[in-house]
């Protein structure tokens, strides 16, 4: 079915705060080692030594990404001890992962 262009309207729009909690999360995927930080967490919790390892980044920079990661809510954390483990915060989190690899391997 092809929509009519004239037929937009703003009941179609989401309300407002919807939309800036879906800017703030989109932001937070949009960047290459918070993209790749994303990725090695859907195998589970990981810490930032191991994130820096994988990433062969400095831990500056890994922590930095994972700050940015936790305001956009896309990331969790849990302690033990000394060491913090991230997460993704949900299912939901896993889920637009999985839709956004999919869709940049069909543009390949």
Do not use: F, W
């Not at 879906?22 to 990981?46: F, H, M, N, Q």
């Not at 030594?49 to 849990?78: G, I, K, M, P, Y």
């Amino acid at each position: 079915m092809v929509s009519d262009p004239s037929a937009a309207s703003d009941e179609q729009l989401p309300p407002t705060d919807v939309v800036e909690e879906s800017v703030r999360l989109l932001k937070g995927v949009a960047d290459p080692t918070r993209l790749r930080i994303l990725c090695l967490l859907r195998a589970g919790e990981v810490n930032v030594h191991a994130l820096t390892d994988a990433l062969d980044v400095t831990q500056s920079a890994v922590s930095h990404q994972l700050r940015v990661l936790r305001e956009a809510r896309l990331v969790a954390t849990r302690r033990a001890g000394r060491y913090v483990y991230y997460r993704l915060t949900d299912d939901h989190v896993h889920d637009i992962l999985s839709a956004a690899l999919d869709h940049g391997r069909e543009v390949r």
